[in-house]
């Protein structure tokens, strides 16, 4: 045959929608809450374990279920939790929103930059011992990305 397999990826894209706004030292229109779709791109380096699968693409699904149609906030923003309600203060704004509709994120701000380190971030927690290398890949329109690797 002459050939021999030399590495094993598995890949997946799915879109999601979601706000945010960012803190910045200057003037910007991303002070405002907006909100994105967001493309990811995920590819995943490693063997296959015992199921076959280098990874289960079950958890990148859950992944997006997790963050779609919700506002994306940093956990340093957050000044309470009372009663099921997560209270923001950020950029002169206060907002009360339900746990339900907001993803706080262990980052210090909510840039595509720390959306893609979260992102690779929670794929490792769910990774096995035959993962190699994560990459993501957020889009945040199609012209602007992030990108980020972690590597055993």
Same mark, same amino acid.
Request: proline residues 3%; contains cysteine; hydrophobic residues 40%.
């Given at each position: 045959?002459?050939?021999?397999?030399?590495?094993?990826? &598995?890949? =997946?894209? $799915?879109?999601?929608?979601?706000?945010?706004?960012?803190?910045?030292?200057? @003037?910007?229109?991303?002070?405002? &809450?907006?909100?994105?779709?967001?493309?990811?791109?995920?590819?995943?380096?490693?063997? +296959?374990?015992?199921?076959?699968?280098?990874?289960?693409?079950?958890?990148?699904?859950?992944?997006? $279920? %997790?963050?779609?149609?919700?506002?994306?906030?940093?956990?340093? =923003?957050?000044?309470?939790?009372?009663?099921?309600? #997560?209270?923001?203060?950020?950029?002169?704004?206060?907002?009360?929103?339900?746990?339900? !509709?907001?993803? /706080?994120?262990?980052?210090?701000? #909510?840039?595509? !930059?720390? &959306?893609?380190?979260?992102?690779?971030?929670?794929?490792? !927690?769910?990774?096995?011992?035959? #993962?190699? $290398? &994560?990459? /993501?890949?957020? =889009? !945040?329109?199609?012209?602007?990305?992030?990108? +980020?690797? %972690? @590597?055993?």
């Amino acid at each position: 045959m002459g050939f021999r397999l030399t590495e094993r990826k &598995i890949g =997946w894209h $799915k879109d999601f929608d979601s706000s945010h706004f960012l803190a910045l030292p200057y @003037e910007s229109k991303c002070l405002r &809450i907006h909100g994105h779709t967001y493309n990811v791109d995920v590819e995943i380096w490693g063997d +296959v374990n015992e199921s076959g699968m280098i990874f289960d693409f079950n958890h990148l699904s859950n992944l997006i $279920k %997790l963050l779609d149609h919700r506002i994306l906030v940093s956990e340093e =923003w957050v000044i309470e939790r009372k009663n099921g309600l #997560v209270v923001i203060e950020k950029n002169g704004k206060r907002l009360e929103l339900p746990e339900n !509709e907001a993803v /706080v994120l262990d980052k210090p701000n #909510v840039t595509a !930059e720390y &959306i893609a380190e979260w992102f690779a971030e929670r794929i490792a !927690e769910k990774a096995g011992n035959n #993962v190699r $290398k &994560i990459r /993501v890949k957020i =889009w !945040e329109d199609p012209r602007s990305y992030a990108e +980020v690797t %972690l @590597e055993r």
